[in-house]
Every structure is written in structure tokens, then in C-alpha cells.
């Protein structure tokens, strides 16, 4: 029983993370979707931002937003 407690306590605290890494990820996959990319393209800008949990977002935002809307 304490081992089922000890991963409820676990996923209280990442709870939190997961959840704002999705609206990031939601976030810059519209940016994505809408505006197009700078740096590469946009399979890969989508890789980045949901692999890579908070710096991949943040990434995007900074170098890859805006552009032509190249695939």
C-alpha cells in the first residue's frame, strides 16, 4: 500500500509540469500550424517542441517562430 502511495505522491508533483509542457506544446504546435517556421522546417520544429519539454517551446518562440510557411 505504501508503494501505491509513494507514486500518488509522484504524480502530484509532475502533474503540474505535464500539464503546462502540454499547453506549451499546444501552444507552439498553432504558432506552428498558422504561421509558418524560420529555421527549419515544420515536422522537425514539432519534434523539438514536444520532445524536449519546457526548452523545446521556448525554443521555438525565440528562434524558430515567424516565416514562410515552409513544410
Not at 49 to 66: H, Y
Amino acid at each position: 500500500m505504501n508503494f501505491i502511495n509513494e507514486y500518488k505522491e509522484i504524480l502530484l508533483i509532475a502533474s503540474p509540469i505535464i500539464l503546462i509542457h502540454l499547453i506549451m506544446f499546444a501552444y507552439c504546435a498553432i504558432l506552428i500550424k498558422k504561421e509558418g517556421v524560420a529555421n527549419l522546417n515544420k515536422p522537425i520544429w514539432l519534434a523539438i517542441s514536444f520532445f524536449f519539454q519546457i526548452i523545446g517551446p521556448i525554443a521555438f518562440i525565440v528562434v524558430g517562430r515567424g516565416g514562410t510557411s515552409n513544410d
